[in-house]
């Protein structure tokens, strides 16, 4: 069953501005992962956020995680039309071994 | 390394035929995943191996799904036989770890399967 829940479901920006998506979910968790999907192909994956951690940077990306409200968000800054994909959130419950996906936002990053 | 790999990339069959969707994980890696993805329900986890053994297959719809890895470099998802329902595109992913616990997943191409 799908756990995180992505929010907004879609987001246009322009070139240069910055994207933020979020996730929310409902149980205790081992720790939260991002991944990109562009149109067409598999599931890439971005960064991991564990739940002992607040924050974390890879490049462009931030990632914060608050697991008193459950939620976590992505930032992308400085986008790039090459940022256009979908982006889904991914949570590994302490109770079980398996991923559980949201449905994902789909960003578009207009030139 | 070449990532994983999914054969085919696209199958268009009929309504009641046999579909075999194979896969090729990461060397080294001891798990392995097997999604769908459709616009109404997502992404959802079909079955996970870890050591070539099935580790939790309560997400397989239903008996016409069955999923086999003989060995730590193969695996295949069979539907048999097929319904106009099953169409979607189908991912197989692998992860070095221990019963997929905690780290990161990769993903093959995906199967973008047609049932007429």
């Known amino acids: 069953s799908q756990q995180g829940e992505e929010d907004p479901q879609a987001l246009s920006i322009q070139e240069g501005e910055n994207a933020t998506m979020n996730c929310s979910y409902k149980?205790?968790?081992?720790?939260l992962q991002w991944y990109r999907q562009n149109s067409g192909r598999g599931l890439v994956h971005l960064i991991l956020?564990?739940?002992?951690?607040r924050e974390k940077h890879s490049g462009r990306l931030r990632v914060t995680l608050d697991t008193s409200k459950k939620s976590s968000s992505l930032l992308i800054t400085a986008s790039r039309a090459a940022d256009t994909a979908s982006y889904f959130c991914?949570?590994?419950?302490?109770?079980?071994?398996?991923?559980?996906f949201g449905e994902g936002t789909q960003l578009t990053v207009n030139p | 390394d070449a990532g994983v790999i999914q054969s085919p990339r696209h199958e268009v069959t009929e309504m009641g035929q046999e579909v075999t969707l194979r896969c090729k994980p990461i060397?080294?890696?001891?798990?392995l995943f097997w999604y769908r993805q459709t616009m109404m329900r997502g992404l959802e986890l079909l079955i996970y191996?870890?050591?070539?053994?099935?580790?939790?297959d309560s997400g397989m719809p239903e008996d016409r799904f069955s999923a086999k890895m003989p060995n730590a470099s193969f695996s295949t998802l069979k539907i048999q036989p097929s319904e106009p329902r099953d169409s979607a595109v189908y991912f197989c992913?692998?992860?070095?770890?221990?019963?997929?616990?905690?780290?990161?997943?990769?993903f093959g191409p995906g199967t973008r399967l047609l049932v007429l």
């Open positions: 992913a692998s992860s070095a770890t221990n019963r997929g616990k905690g780290e990161t997943q990769y």
């Open positions: 149980t205790s968790i081992n720790n």
């Open positions: 956020i564990r739940s002992n951690e």
């Open positions: 991914a949570t590994e419950e302490t109770s079980g071994s398996r991923l559980a």
């Open positions: 060397s080294g890696h001891n798990s």
């Open positions: 191996f870890n050591n070539n053994v099935p580790i939790d």
